[in-house]
């Protein structure tokens, strides 16, 4: 509208099928509508083939091939004159009116080149204006591309919805949050087509595919392809015939294609044809191009449409996937072999278990897994293999039975090929290593399903007492119950034994280590010195780790920690590049309680509640992790700090609950936040818990939690009796590194001075290290949204400020705040502050 306005000879909108280009210029001819300018919408150009040119369908009349382009162009222009006129009697619009009348066309590329020319002819005279559709592939027509190259035309590009434009769509949509895989799996599938992502979610719906798992909305069944989504898609698909049709069958039942093996199916025209109209993608990695299909759904509609005689004259034509191929085609072309009752050999399925694996899909590599091990005539070496396969996988989907069978089959296995001395055990692996990797799944199993950290140390330990002390395999063994202390909370010893342990060996099980020792650094007051430890870890990592599939993720997570103790929450977002080649996997509900986290420390509770509630969703379907307590702290923190007394305080009982079997690596945090939700709910015993946890911090070692804990007993106590209460608070400050102890007895001495600047900027200080203290309870009186912006009024942000945070006008704010102040009783922000820092 802004370049209409301002004169331009018009405006294309470009795009691929399905990203909004019609919608997009309808909204604009509504708006061209509502201010009186003249605008005339034409019939878009027939896709079919015809002999008439568009002009002559337009107009109705057949044009002499002697007629010239510009004497076309005066007729129509003759006819748009007496046809369009100004409806407008606004002064303001008069101006805008009196510019050239505007034509309206969807689907510009289909013109041909006679009537291309005439719409050049009117647009560069200044004799009218244009608002069209077309799409990328093929583009403009030559006439109408020389016009935008030359100034005369603009142009707007739609591109695809990013995944962020999902998750706020899906917040928009459904009635509760949701999961974070669900809205990279809804993205990922649709590739961002807000016409797919629109109609896959409704289908998804409809079928009962996403179901609400008691704290946020997850999709639960694979993508199939109902009615409503084959109607959308077969559109695009219907007119393909001959070898179009059959690159399209192939490469949905195998998803990638290597170009040379196409070339035999298709020539370069009907390639060429496929990826102008948005179906095929052709990409050269490594100098082997591939194609591909141009997103899942696509493929998925084609799946649904052949059938098995089909497949089985496809499946003859593709090999095998090769090392170009990713996890992903891997897993297809398997899937693609079992439809047509072809059994894969040993050494496929278990890769393509393997990739089930690193792609989170436990349940999958299960199935491959024993497929595998059905096999007759199993090679001892791939059986050990397979079952070490499964019982990963049976760990990660939480099937603890089935998973010990697996490893007791397995270690019946190696003592039967070791008395009849039978080597089954060829390189990369040896004896010792599955020892190893059967320990760990097993210690998995103990301390994380059954909540048994000792069993799972013993077990350990007495893995270890079959292999020889003084090979690496030992010590990868040593490396891992150091690593469990640590879960379990026991600091000091990690805190012993890292330095010694890091040097027994050069392994790359070292990095394993890592992170316990830098939760144990950071809550014994060793923030920056944590913070360097996670950075010279991170520079480190790399393929050598891909055995250790979580290792790149609880080393960002450590480091995350580490900079948020550090009072350095902007360091926590800032993480350095990465080497993605080693395989290593990340778990979609912890990843989305870390964005909970984030958003929780930099104070935007509403969406810290949505990431928390989505994460606990995904915990809930999964292998238990021992980090569910964590996030039960988090959203009881983040629903205080929005005034839901109620649903925090249901929080705290959940965490409550999970806590005797939490991992402790970030105790000290937790049984803070949680102490921070008592407060702001007024709980009577908060003075109990205070006390519990400050002996707690203090028999643990944890100079951190004593300082969290002293500052805020200040914070609850009565204004007279806060002055008492500082020296311990300057004592426990000594002791800690970074920038919080500064930052709390700054705001200690404001509250015991009375003075309301010195509170609000010592308020503001907290905020800038990462620490948010709730309202108290005395506040209850306002609402959710009084509250929250008390909250940050009292952290001495201003109205403006608090509009950007919550994305609210100023004006709005303003009314908020004056209705906050007659609640109160209260005539000022200084009177404010007095009222958030009265004792609960």
């Given at each position: 509208m802004q370049r209409l306005v301002a004169g331009s000879g018009g405006v294309i909108v470009m795009g691929a099928p399905g990203l909004g280009k019609s919608t997009v210029m309808a909204a604009v001819l509504t708006k061209i509508d509502a201010i009186g300018q003249r605008a005339m919408r034409l019939p878009a150009p027939l896709e079919r083939d015809s002999s008439a040119s568009y002009i002559e369908q337009w107009l109705g009349v057949p044009i002499p091939s002697s007629v010239s382009v510009d004497m076309v162009a005066t007729q129509i222009l003759g006819q748009l004159l007496l046809s369009t006129s100004s409806t407008s009697g606004d002064p303001e619009v008069s101006a805008e009116v009196a510019l050239a009348p505007i034509l309206a066309l969807d689907d510009i590329h289909l013109l041909d080149v006679f009537s291309a020319a005439v719409f050049r002819s009117l647009v560069e005279a200044g004799q009218i204006r244009l608002v069209a559709t077309c799409r990328e592939d093929p583009g403009l027509p030559s006439a109408l591309d020389a016009l935008w190259r030359s100034g005369h035309l603009d142009r707007s590009d739609l591109v695809p919805l990013s995944y962020d434009s999902v998750r706020l769509i899906l917040r928009a949509v459904l009635p509760d949050p949701a999961s974070n895989d669900m809205a990279y799996r809804l993205w990922l599938t649709t590739a961002g087509n807000p016409l797919h992502v629109r109609e896959l979610l409704y289908s998804i719906v409809e079928t009962g595919d996403v179901v609400y798992a008691e704290h946020a909305w997850i999709w639960v069944a694979p993508l199939r392809a109902n009615r409503r989504l084959v109607d959308l898609l077969a559109t695009d698909l219907k007119t393909l015939g001959g070898p179009a049709r059959d690159v399209m069958d192939l490469l949905a039942l195998a998803e990638m294609v290597p170009l040379r093996?196409?070339?035999?199916?298709?020539?370069?025209?009907?390639?060429?044809?496929?990826?102008?109209r948005g179906l095929i993608l052709v990409t050269d990695g490594n100098g082997a191009a591939t194609v591909s299909i141009a997103h899942p759904l696509y493929a998925e509609t084609l799946r649904s449409l052949l059938y098995p005689r089909r497949k089985r004259e496809l499946f003859d034509f593709m090999p095998e996937p090769g090392p170009e191929h990713g996890p992903q085609e891997l897993l297809r072309w398997?899937?693609?072999?079992?439809?047509?009752?072809?059994?894969?050999?040993?050494?496929?399925?278990?890769a393509a278990g393997t990739a089930a694996e690193e792609l989170t899909q436990p349940g999958r590599a299960v199935t491959l897994a024993t497929?595998?091990?059905?096999?007759?005539h199993l090679p001892a070496e791939q059986e050990i293999e397979a079952l070490l396969l499964r019982a990963r996988s049976n760990r990660d989907a939480g099937w603890s039975e089935s998973a010990e069978a697996d490893l007791d089959s397995l270690l019946i296995l190696l003592e039967e090929s070791q008395d009849s001395k039978v080597t089954v055990t060829a390189a990369p692996e040896r004896a010792e290593d599955i020892v190893v990797h059967a320990a760990r799944i097993r210690a998995d199993i103990q301390e994380l399903h059954y909540r048994d950290l000792d069993g799972a140390l013993e077990g350990l330990a007495a893995a270890a007492k079959t292999l020889d002390p003084s090979g690496n395999a030992a010590t990868e063994l040593a490396i891992d119950q150091l690593a469990r202390i640590g879960h379990g909370g026991r600091h000091a010893e990690v805190l012993a034994g890292w330095a010694a342990q890091v040097a027994a060996a050069d392994l790359p099980a070292n990095i394993t280590l890592s992170p316990s020792y830098i939760y144990a650094l950071g809550q014994t007051g060793k923030a920056q010195s944590a913070l360097a430890v996670a950075e010279t870890q991170l520079a480190l990592i790399g393929p050598d780790h891909a055995r250790y599939p979580f290792a790149r993720t609880d080393l960002v997570a450590a480091r995350f920690w580490a900079a948020v103790w550090a009072g350095q929450p902007a360091m926590a977002l800032t993480v350095p590049d990465l080497d993605g080649a080693g395989g290593q996997r990340h778990h979609s509900g912890l990843y989305q309680i870390g964005e909970g986290y984030i958003y929780l420390i930099f104070g935007d509770w509403v969406q810290a509640v949505?990431?928390?509630?989505?994460?606990l969703s995904r915990l809930g379907l999964m292998a238990p992790t021992g980090l569910e307590a964590m996030?039960?702290?988090?959203?009881?923190?983040?629903?205080?700090m929005c005034g839901e007394r109620a649903l925090a305080c249901a929080a705290v009982e959940h965490y409550l609950s999970v806590a005797p079997v939490m991992n402790r690596s970030i105790e000290v945090d937790s049984r803070y936040r949680i102490l921070l939700a008592r407060y702001a709910v007024g709980d009577p015993q908060l003075a109990?818990?205070?006390?519990?946890?400050?002996l707690w911090a203090t028999r643990e070692g944890h100079a951190l939690g004593v300082l969290y804990v002293r500052h805020l007993l200040i914070v609850c106590a009565e204004p007279g009796e806060r002055a008492e209460l500082l020296p311990a608070l300057e004592l426990a400050a000594e002791d800690i590194e970074g920038l919080i102890p500064q930052a709390m007895l700054r705001h200690a001495a404001a509250l015991i001075a009375g003075d309301a600047g010195m509170i609000a900027a010592g308020g503001a200080g907290l905020v800038a290290v990462g620490i948010w203290l709730p309202a108290p309870v005395q506040l209850a009186t306002l609402t959710q949204r009084q509250r929250e912006i008390a909250a940050l009024a009292g952290a001495g942000m201003s109205n403006k400020a608090i509009a950007l945070k919550l994305q609210l006008s100023v004006r709005t704010v303003d009314t908020?705040?004056?209705?906050?102040?007659?609640?109160?009783?209260?005539?000022?922000?200084t009177e404010l502050a007095t009222a958030l820092t009265a004792s609960s």
């Open positions: 093996i196409l070339t035999s199916k298709a020539n370069d025209d009907d390639l060429k044809f496929l990826v102008e398997v899937d693609w072999a079992l439809e047509c009752d072809v059994m894969p050999g040993v050494s496929t399925l278990i497929l595998a091990l059905e096999h007759p949505e990431q928390l509630r989505g994460g996030a039960w702290a988090g959203l009881a923190h983040a629903y205080a109990d818990f205070l006390d519990a946890y400050l908020h705040m004056g209705n906050i102040f007659v609640r109160l009783g209260i005539a000022n922000r």
